[in-house]
């Protein structure tokens, strides 16, 4: 059965930062491609960032230079580096466990139950 377990959210002021951690289990970690996506009061779900099995990442063009996604196959765990936070940063951040389509797109198979990230002065 596969898990993913976040941790690392809560409250960071403007222009801090955080890290994310996503402890993965009940697969083979390494095979498969790892990302973050959120989502905040009112929006629609937001791919944030995505790292392939072989460690290539993409990110959405609004976190590109602040966040920086990250994985450690011996720990079977997904990290998401956060710099540079911003308020429009609010959000709840969930871990996903997906795979890499032959058109290159990543399609989500698992989610997390999600950390909540504020970022608020």
């Known amino acids: 059965q596969v898990q993913l377990v976040e941790s690392g959210g809560g409250l960071v002021q403007p222009g801090g930062s955080l890290r994310l951690s996503c402890a993965a289990s009940?697969?083979?970690?390494?095979?498969?491609?790892m990302g973050w996506r959120r989502q905040a009061p009112g929006k629609q779900r937001e791919l944030v960032a995505t790292?392939?099995?072989?460690?290539?990442?993409n990110y959405v063009d609004s976190v590109k230079g602040r966040f920086t996604i990250s994985r450690d196959n011996a720990k079977n765990t997904v990290y998401l580096q956060m710099n540079l936070l911003s308020p429009e940063d609010t959000a709840v951040y969930y871990c996903?466990?997906?795979?890499?389509?032959?058109?290159?797109?990543?399609?989500?198979?698992?989610w997390g139950q999600g950390t909540q990230v504020t970022v608020s002065s």
């Open positions: 996903t466990k997906g795979r890499t389509s032959k058109f290159g797109t990543y399609i989500i198979e698992n």
């Open positions: 790292i392939t099995s072989g460690g290539s990442t």
């Open positions: 009940g697969y083979i970690f390494s095979a498969y491609a």
